[in-house]
C-alpha cells in the first residue's frame, strides 16, 4: 500500500474505516467511538513517523530533513498527495505553510466521515511530527475539517537544551 499516492492510500483506509466507526457508534456512541479511533490513528501516524525516522541516513533527523520529507511526500507530487500546500517559509528551526485544497477532507466527506475528517487526517499531523523527532512541534490555528478556508501549518523545531 506503501506505493500507493496518499489521496488513493486515504480512500483506501476511510473505506476500511466506515463500517468498523459505524459499528463502534452504534454499540458505544458517537463520542467514545470518535476517542477510540482517535487512539487508533494516533498509533497508526506514530508508527509511520518511527518508520520514516529510522530510514533517515544514520537515524538522523533534523527540521531539513522533516522539510525535505513534507516536499517528497506532499509538495512534489502534485494533486496525488492530497494536498495543495503554500509554503511560506522554511529554515532550520521551523517549516510554516498553508493547506490551500486537502483532498483528504474532500475524500472523508465524499465516504460519509466528514464528522471525522479532524480524527482521519488532521490529528496525525502533531502526532507525526513529534514522534519522527520529539524536538518538532506543530501549531495550527485552524482546519479545511473545521470550516475554515485553509489549514494553517506551523512547525517549529527547539534543539535539545534550546531556551524559550
Same mark, same amino acid.
Given at each position: ?6 489521496? &488513493?492510500?486515504?480512500?483506501? @483506509?476511510?473505506e *476500511?474505516i466506515?463500517p468498523?466507526?459505524?459499528e463502534?457508534?452504534a454499540?458505544i456512541?458517537p463520542a467514545?467511538a $470518535?476517542?477510540?479511533?482517535?487512539r487508533?490513528? !494516533?498509533r497508526s ?5 518511527? $518508520?520514516? &525516522?529510522? &530510514?533517515?541516513?544514520?537515524?538522523e !533527523?533534523?527540521m ?7 516536499? #517528497?511526500?506532499?509538495?512534489d507530487?502534485g494533486?496525488e498527495?492530497g494536498?495543495?500546500?503554500? *509554503?511560506?517559509? #522554511? ?6 505553510f498553508?493547506v490551500t485544497?486537502c ?8 465516504? =460519509? ?10 490529528n496525525?499531523?502533531?502526532?507525526f511530527?513529534?514522534?519522527?523527532d520529539?524536538?518538532?512541534t506543530?501549531? $495550527? #490555528? @485552524? !482546519?479545511i475539517a ?7 501549518f506551523?512547525?517549529?523545531?527547539k534543539?535539545?537544551?534550546? =531556551? *524559550?
Amino acid at each position: 500500500m506503501a506505493d500507493l499516492p496518499n489521496i &488513493a492510500r486515504r480512500r483506501l @483506509q476511510g473505506e *476500511v474505516i466506515k463500517p468498523i466507526y459505524e459499528e463502534l457508534v452504534a454499540e458505544i456512541g458517537p463520542a467514545r467511538a $470518535r476517542a477510540l479511533l482517535g487512539r487508533a490513528i !494516533t498509533r497508526s501516524a506514530e508508527a509511520e513517523a518511527r $518508520r520514516a &525516522a529510522a &530510514a533517515e541516513p544514520d537515524g538522523e !533527523t533534523s527540521m531539513e530533513r522533516f522539510t525535505a520529507l513534507f516536499n #517528497a511526500t506532499y509538495r512534489d507530487r502534485g494533486l496525488e498527495s492530497g494536498l495543495e500546500a503554500e *509554503v511560506l517559509s #522554511a529554515g532550520p528551526d521551523h517549516l510554516d505553510f498553508d493547506v490551500t485544497r486537502c483532498r483528504f477532507v474532500e475524500v472523508y466527506r465524499e465516504l =460519509g466521515l466528514g464528522e471525522i475528517a479532524d480524527v482521519l487526517s488532521c490529528n496525525r499531523d502533531g502526532t507525526f511530527a513529534s514522534a519522527y523527532d520529539p524536538r518538532i512541534t506543530l501549531e $495550527r #490555528a @485552524q !482546519t479545511i475539517a473545521e470550516g475554515a478556508d485553509r489549514c494553517t501549518f506551523r512547525y517549529r523545531f527547539k534543539p535539545c537544551g534550546g =531556551g *524559550v
